[in-house]
C-alpha cells in the first residue's frame, strides 16, 4: 500500500471514530438535560403540591376533604389543576396554589412574623380574596343579557 492509501485509510477511520465519539457525547449530553429537566420538574410539582395544601387550608377547607398528591413515576411530576369545592364554592387549584405560596412567602420571613399569627393570618386572608374568586361568582350565560350597569353591580358585589 502507497502512502497516499494508507492516509486515505487512516483518515477514513479517523472519522468513523469521530462519528461514534459524537454520537456518545450527544448521547450523554442528551441524557444530562433530561435529568436536569426532570429534577426541575419535580422540584416544582412538589413546591406546588405543598403551596397547593397551604392555601386549601386557609381558605378553610379541611385537610382531609383535599385530594391526595399522585403516586407513579410519572404522576409525581403533575402539579394540582381543575377546580375544588370548599364552603360550597368552586375555586381554580393554580389559584389556590398562588395563596398558598404567598403564605410561604410570607412564613419565611422572620422580620414578618410577630406573636400575633392574626396578623398574618389576616393578610393571607386579603389576598386570598383578590387572587382566589369563586368560579360561581363569574358562571354568567350569553342568554343573561346583562346590562353594562347590571355588570358594574354583581363586580360591585364581588369586592
Do not use: C
Request: charged share 30%.
Amino acid at each position: 500500500m502507497s502512502g497516499i492509501e494508507q492516509l486515505g485509510s487512516a483518515r477514513i477511520a479517523l472519522k468513523k471514530n469521530q462519528k461514534k465519539h459524537n454520537m456518545l457525547a450527544n448521547v450523554f449530553a442528551d441524557l444530562a438535560a433530561t435529568s436536569v429537566w426532570l429534577k426541575d420538574r419535580l422540584g416544582k410539582a412538589t413546591t406546588a403540591w405543598g403551596d397547593y395544601e397551604k392555601g386549601y387550608t386557609s381558605l378553610g377547607g379541611e385537610p382531609g376533604g383535599m385530594e391526595e398528591r399522585p403516586t407513579g413515576i410519572l404522576n409525581v411530576l403533575k402539579k394540582p389543576t381543575g377546580t375544588v369545592t370548599i364552603d360550597n364554592l368552586k375555586y381554580d387549584k393554580e389559584n389556590i396554589i398562588k395563596v398558598g405560596a404567598f403564605e410561604s412567602s410570607i412564613g419565611s420571613h422572620p422580620d414578618l412574623i410577630t406573636s400575633e399569627d392574626s396578623w398574618l393570618s389576616e393578610i393571607v386572608t386579603k389576598y386570598a380574596k383578590l387572587v382566589t374568586q369563586p368560579e360561581d361568582l363569574f358562571d354568567i350565560k350569553d342568554e343573561d343579557n346583562f346590562t353594562n350597569e347590571e355588570i358594574d353591580q354583581i363586580l360591585e358585589g364581588v369586592k
